[in-house]
């Protein structure tokens, strides 16, 4: 959605999508935001609780059938599992993706980890093509004009038609830009703990080959999952900059992360936006 900064301003629905690489703010600049006006469409959230519900109950239960005593409780219906994901809590959805490896070390098999890492890029789809939907539904039913759409780090890897335009049709774009300094500190969270991620299936063949010739490796399920992950991190990070960059150039606006981590208030945010749109007109 393209504007000036003095329509920005002065309208009184203000969509945006919130575009940037996991741990360098979204999430933070959202929830400064009042929640009595802004609505916060957590994409994750809506991929877990609507799209992978299922699938992610039935890997716990799996697990839970590997215990004897929880066995017998599941089969003769004296105990369900539920999943308790929340805005803030998301580890069901990231626990399902799984990664990829040595299954004595906890790890998939690359025909599984291919089946999981397809069923949710189809979520995210799904999750981001419902953006305009639920602008229309929070407005009509719960009288949010404002709506801010925290849209996950693997939205620039989707490669689905439509769900860009669809995005930038009915939001704001909104690029956070990565610091040098977020860059080291997100390279090194991902050594000291590292976390289940989405991939492009031509990037995780590509790196997936790579890392088996570096490390002499005659299979996937020789790879041990954290050292893999720990690994291609920086590759996956690197890789996204220009995606989102691409993005934000065809649709969108860019800020930097200092930027938005200045940002105190709504206010500020509707400045902010405003600022970065009279920056792409120069």
């Known amino acids: 959605m393209r504007m000036t900064p003095q329509e920005f301003r002065a309208s009184p629905h203000k969509p945006v999508t919130l575009l940037a690489m996991s741990g360098v703010g979204k999430t933070t600049l959202a929830n400064k935001l009042p929640k009595e006006t802004w609505f916060h469409y957590s994409g994750d959230y809506r991929i877990g609780t609507r799209y992978l519900d299922e699938p992610i109950l039935d890997n716990i239960k799996q697990q839970a059938m590997e215990v004897p005593f929880l066995r017998d409780l599941l089969r003769s ?69 404002r709506f801010i759409n925290d849209a996950g780090g693997s939205v620039c890897e989707l490669d689905a038609p439509g769900v860009l335009e669809t995005l930038a049709a009915h ?79 065809q649709y969108g606006y860019t800020v930097s992360a200092e930027a938005a981590a200045r940002v105190r208030d709504e206010t500020d945010f509707i400045e902010l936006v405003a600022q970065a749109m009279a920056a792409a007109s120069q």
């Open 77 to 145: 219906d004296s105990i369900y599992i539920g999943s308790n994901i929340t805005v803030d809590n998301l580890a069901p959805v990231s626990t399902f993706l799984g990664k990829l490896g040595n299954p004595q070390l906890g790890g998939l098999s690359l025909a599984e980890f291919k089946n999981r890492q397809a069923l949710h890029r189809q979520a995210e789809i799904a999750a981001m093509l419902d953006v305009p939907g639920f602008i229309r539904k929070v407005d009509k039913i719960y009288g949010y004009q």
């Open 171 to 249: 939001t704001v774009i909104l690029y956070i830009k990565a610091t040098p300094e977020q860059e080291t500190l997100l390279i090194e969270r991902a050594r000291t703990c590292p976390k289940p991620l989405y991939y492009r299936e031509a990037f995780l063949d590509e790196k997936l080959a790579e890392f088996m010739a570096l490390r002499n490796l005659a299979g996937s399920e020789q790879v041990t999952p954290d050292e893999f992950v720990t690994w291609v991190f920086p590759e996956l990070f690197h890789s996204r900059l220009p995606r989102y960059q691409a993005i934000a150039d």
